[in-house]
Structure formats: structure tokens, C-alpha cells
Nanobody, 123 residues
Framework: QVQLVESGGGLVQAGGSLRLSCAAS????????MGWFRQAPGKERDFVGS???????DYADSVKGRFTISRDNGKNTVYLQMNSLKPEDTAVYYC?????????????????WGPGTQVTVSS
């Protein structure tokens, strides 16, 4: 099993930045796809972005150009740099692992999840 723990969430004003981290432990593989999702109150969990082991990325249209995913395979850690934050970015952000070399966008594409970290953007 893979254990994931997110960190770096918090309260930020609109236009500000935050950097989330997700540390993986247990039966990890540096060749897995890592993803970020988010869930606002009363809404479904939505895809934010994902990254392959060798750095190929995919982003939701709503965050493209503002968010950047990166990873450090030596540290089993993936990052989500969030810039130009908007109130509509407010959500719990989740890190997830997909045991595949190929990118995915669906919740069901990912098998292990962290507990999430709250991001709140004030207007």
C-alpha cells in the first residue's frame, strides 16, 4: 500500500500563491503517475492535474497557466504550485497515485489517496 500525506494548505487572498506538497511512503514507485484533485463543499471531486514519472503533465482548463505540478522522485514527493489564486479555487486538495505510466483524469484512474489539505482563497 501507498500512504500519501498532503501539506501546505491554508488561507490566502485572491491573487496570492500557495505551494502544496504530497509525500508518498510505503510501496511507492517513482514510475507511478501522481495527480491532484480538489473538492469544494457540495461538489464532486474534480481533476486538477497530473504528472508522469518523467515529467509529462496534464492540467484542467480551469487551472492551466496558473498551477504547476512537479515531482522529486528521489524524495517521493509531488508538488502543486498555485499562483493567481481565485476564490473559486477554494476546496480540499487531494493527492493521488495512479499505478500506470500513463496520465489519467478520472477519480477512478487513481487508487491511493491522501486525506486532503484545505485551501481557502478570500476575495
Amino acid at each position: 500500500q501507498v500512504q500519501l500525506v498532503e501539506s501546505g494548505g491554508g488561507l490566502v487572498q485572491a491573487g496570492g500563491s500557495l505551494r502544496l506538497s504530497c509525500a508518498a511512503s510505503g510501496r511507492t514507485s517513482s514510475r507511478n503517475v501522481m495527480g491532484w484533485f480538489r473538492q469544494a463543499p457540495g461538489k464532486e471531486r474534480d481533476f486538477v492535474g497530473s504528472i508522469t514519472w518523467d515529467g509529462w503533465t496534464d492540467y484542467a482548463d480551469s487551472v492551466k497557466g496558473r498551477f504547476t505540478i512537479s515531482r522529486d522522485n528521489g524524495k517521493n514527493t509531488v508538488y502543486l504550485q498555485m499562483n493567481s489564486l481565485k476564490p473559486e479555487d477554494t476546496a480540499v486538495y487531494y493527492c493521488a497515485v495512479r499505478t500506470s505510466l500513463f496520465l489519467g483524469r478520472q477519480v477512478t484512474d487513481f487508487g491511493s489517496w491522501g486525506p486532503g489539505t484545505q485551501v481557502t482563497v478570500s476575495s
